[in-house]
Every structure is written in C-alpha cells, then in structure tokens.
C-alpha cells in the first residue's frame, strides 16, 4: 500500500508538469507575447474569483460604459502633421486660365504635397585628363581618382550603404533587391551583389575591432545570445546552428555582435577572457561560469525572473502574482528614479532605502513559500530560479550605475530575429561574422 502511495504522488507531480508545459506551449501559441501584470502595488491579489453577484454588476457597468462611449461627440481631429522642414521644396505655381491682364492679383493658397522619387540608378562618368610636358621632358599627370570601396568596381559608396540597410536595417535579402533593381533595368548577378556586401562590410572591420577592444576594458558590460542559421559545406543543404553574442556597455550606448559557432564556454573567451567588472545576464549556465572568475561581479536580470513567475500563473495563481507585486514594486522604484533624473549617487541611496527592504521581504516569503510547492512544478521552478540566483539578483543594488534588467540588450537583439525570417540563414561562418559586424553598427 505504501508503494502505491508513493507511486500515486510521482504520477500526480508528472501530470501538474505536464498539465503546466500544456499551458505555456497554448500560451505560446495563441496567447499575448508581451509579459503584462497590473496590480495594486500595496494590495496582494486575492486567490479567489470574485461573487457570481459581482461579475455581473461589473458587467453592467462595462456595458453602461460602452454605450455611454457610442454616444460622445467625436474628437476634433488634431489637424495634419507638419511636413520636415529640412526637405527641399519644389514650388509649383499655377495660374488660372484665361486672359488675366485686366485682373489683379489678391492673394493666393498654397497646398503642400509630399512627393517621393523611387530609387534612381545613374552613372558618374569620371574623365581625367592626362597632361604632358610641352618640352616632353617628363612624365604625364592625371589626377587621382576618389576613393572607392572596390578597386576597379562599379559600385558607388552610397549604393552599397543601400544594400545593407535593405539587407540589415529593412531586412530585404538579397534576391529581393535584386528584383527592385531589375524593373530599373538594372541587372546584377547574385555572385556579383554578395561580393559586394562582402567587399563593403570588409571595409568597416578595422573599426570593429577598435570597438571589441574598448568594450572589453569597459567595467560593466550586459551580454546575451541569439541563434543564426549557418550552411555548411560538410552536407548539401545542411545548417550548422551558430550564435551571434551580444555584448552592451550602458555607459557608452554601444553594442558589439561577435559570432560564434558554438553556445559552449569557449564562446565568451574572445569578449571576457579578460574581463573585469561588472557582468549581467540571464541565468545560462555559461555566464554563470564566467562570473565565477575573480574580478567579476555577477549581475542577473530580473525580466527573466518575472518571465518565470508569468509563465507560473496557470500553475499558482495566487503564488505567482505576490511575487510578481514584489517586482512590480521593485520596477516602480526605478521609475521614479528614471522620471526624476537621479544621478547613479542618488539612485543607490533610494534603491537602498525601498528597494532593499522590498527583497528581503520578498526573499523571506520566497524561502517559506518554497517548501510548500512540488519542485518539478512551474511555481516551484521560478521559485528555483529566484532562490539560486538571489545574490546575482540583489547586486544591482550595489552601484547606481547598474541596471535592473538586461532589457536594452534584448531590446538590440530584436532586428536580428526579425532578420533571419527573411534571409533564413548566413551562407557561411565567415558570413556570418561578416553579418556580426554590420549589425554591430546599426545597432
């Protein structure tokens, strides 16, 4: 009877994981992708529905209130927005017909209109004239060329720009622009406009390089990674799955992109081998790793804690929004220190004086809370999360120059994700960094 029991309690914690991954893949599906919760700050959510007798009051009301919505005047349209003043204007002045000469001008309307000229492609013809000595003692001279982007090739520096904010800002893959070049009768070959985006990015590597090497010194540095599709010679048709990493120093606003074949460890060799300071990012096991280096101060990112307790709410409804009132909580403070332009000074003391109160209370409900849940429970894995990581997630509270969350990396991330639906994948893994060094730029 005993083994029964037993057998019963691990059936019954295999169906709530299971019952929980359900719930999130239909969230995933058809659910809202943004992570919202909206609530009293200073009042828990109660963990009932409310009184038969009370929804539908509420829903009266609702209703009363979109009748009432149907019956208001419509708002005063604000008027057209104003036209940029800094693009060129072409005035156009028409006359009425007729014999004006016994008329006499009283005043006129001006209507303006925003024009746009498509994409035009015309030749810049260079001739250089060569000159020669009269006495013809001597060499000839000709005057040097402009610089080029490829020796010897057709393309201008602004053409290839377009090319690449097509490919990596607009996210048009190649054979696309190819096609808009071609009802202009312009007619590249695939070959040809790859080896230009190639030749073009090439060019701007040296900066690149520059930028990796003052990013690695910079004391406080949010990383994080995303997949990109590579083709491999090895099998025809096959991909290999790469990785670009995303390093962002809040300090300066910059963002370096370093493509690597792997997800492992060895992968972050190039950007921290030698790094010192601060490090934040979500809980994968290799920053983790890394952040175990002496010098190196972990900081985790509480986005991916709420992410947790979100994914949560199907499970322990009443569990998952306490702790979800903490963080908002938490993020109202920052708030305020956003909305009042606080100094880093001055938002340590206010993080230290509400803040630090918050998350003890928070990590004291947490610890009791844990041991009343299954571990293998949704519930129970974002508690996991939080109590594995609290230190990591507490240390922002250590420099007011430190960020709650790693929000502006993922935030970089963002073109890349779009990107590939596009182009679906790099043709190789020397593309692939080429890829990395561009969208570094744009980011």
Request: charged share 30%; hydrophobic share 35%.
């Amino acid at each position: 009877k005993a083994d029964l029991q037993v057998e019963k309690g691990k059936l019954l914690l295999e169906k709530s994981y299971l019952e929980a991954q359900i719930a999130e893949y239909k969230r995933l599906l058809h659910g809202q992708k943004r992570e919202r919760f909206i609530a009293n700050p200073e009042q828990l959510p109660l963990p009932f529905e409310a009184p038969a007798e009370v929804k539908e009051v509420q829903q009266r009301t609702l209703i009363e209130q979109q009748e009432a919505t149907k019956t208001k005047q419509k708002r005063k349209h604000p008027g057209r927005a104003k036209l940029p003043e800094h693009l060129p204007v072409e005035e156009i002045e028409i006359y009425p017909e007729g014999d004006l000469s016994e008329m006499v001008c009283i005043g006129k309307e001006v209507t303006e209109e925003l024009e746009c000229v498509p994409t035009r492609f015309y030749i810049k013809r260079y001739i250089r004239y060569k000159y020669a000595p009269k006495d013809k003692e001597g060499k000839p001279v000709i005057a040097q060329l402009p610089a080029r982007v490829i020796h010897k090739g057709i393309p201008s520096a602004a053409l290839i720009a377009l090319i690449l904010v097509n490919k990596y800002v607009d996210h048009l893959p190649l054979d696309r622009q190819q096609k808009i070049f071609r009802r202009e009768g312009v007619k590249i070959s695939p070959s040809t406009i790859n080896n230009w985006v190639k030749r073009g990015i090439e060019c701007l590597e040296v900066l690149y390089q520059s930028l990796v090497n003052e990013i690695k010194n910079r004391g406080y540095l949010q990383a994080d990674e995303t997949p990109i599709k590579v083709l491999t010679s090895e099998k025809k048709g096959a991909t290999h799955q790469g990785y670009f990493w995303v390093y962002h120093d809040p300090f300066e606003q910059s963002i370096v992109f370093d493509y690597q074949a792997t997800r492992g460890y060895a992968a972050t060799e190039e950007m921290l081998g030698d790094f010192q300071g601060y490090l934040q990012s979500d809980g994968y096991a290799v920053y983790e790793k890394v952040a175990k280096k002496p010098g190196i101060t972990h900081v985790a990112c509480w986005v991916h804690a709420r992410r947790e307790f979100s994914k949560a709410e199907n499970n322990d409804k009443a569990r998952a929004q306490q702790a979800l009132v903490y963080i908002q909580r938490l993020y109202a403070i920052e708030t305020k220190a956003r909305d009042e332009k606080m100094s880093p000074e001055q938002r340590k003391l206010l993080r230290l004086e509400k803040s630090l109160p918050i998350i003890n209370e928070m990590g004291k409900w947490m610890a009791k809370e844990q041991k009343k849940v299954l571990p293998k429970s949704a519930i129970g894995k974002a508690f996991a999360y939080c109590t594995n990581r609290w230190t990591a997630l507490s240390n922002y509270l250590l420099d007011g120059m430190l960020e709650m969350d790693n929000n502006l990396t993922e935030n970089a991330i963002r073109p890349v994700a779009i990107g590939r639906k596009n182009y679906l994948f790099a043709g190789s893994h020397d593309a692939a960094q080429r890829s990395a060094v561009i969208y570094t730029f744009f980011a």
